[in-house]
């Protein structure tokens, strides 16, 4: 959502309306590490965002085919509402969740610290 952030900011900057952001975003894809959780999903389908490619799955929050499907859209006529988009998953599903075990492994030095101690599964 960063990303998606400072893409705002910078198309309004230089004076696009809404009607040529969302021209923008209909032809940009998003690569990310894992299912986009059902804020994000959300968001990028109101956004109308046109793919979404991403390596693992959420199986607590995912937004895009791991809990819930809202990259499907919503099934009304209505133009502001969300629109669906395509997704592909399983992009190098093993080093996404090699990613995450790596960070989860070796801890955010800038996180305050946890008021309980953090498990990490091996699989």
């Known amino acids: 959502m960063e990303a998606i952030d400072v893409l705002l900011r910078e198309w309004q900057s230089i004076g696009l309306d809404q009607a040529l952001v969302a021209e923008k975003f209909a032809g940009c894809n998003l690569y ?39 990259h499907k859209g919503s099934s009304s006529d209505d133009l502001t509402g969300p629109r669906g988009f395509k997704c592909t998953r399983g992009i190098m ?21 946890p008021h309980r101690p953090v498990r990490v599964d091996q699989q």
């Open 32 to 70: 990310v590490t894992c299912d986009p959780c059902i804020m994000c999903g959300s968001a990028l389908s109101i956004l109308g965002i046109r793919e979404v490619y991403f390596g693992c799955a959420n199986d607590k929050f995912g937004g895009c085919g791991s809990v819930m499907s809202l």
């Open 93 to 113: 599903a093993e080093e996404a969740v090699a990613l995450f075990r790596n960070f989860y492994e070796q801890g955010n030095p800038n996180a305050p610290k």
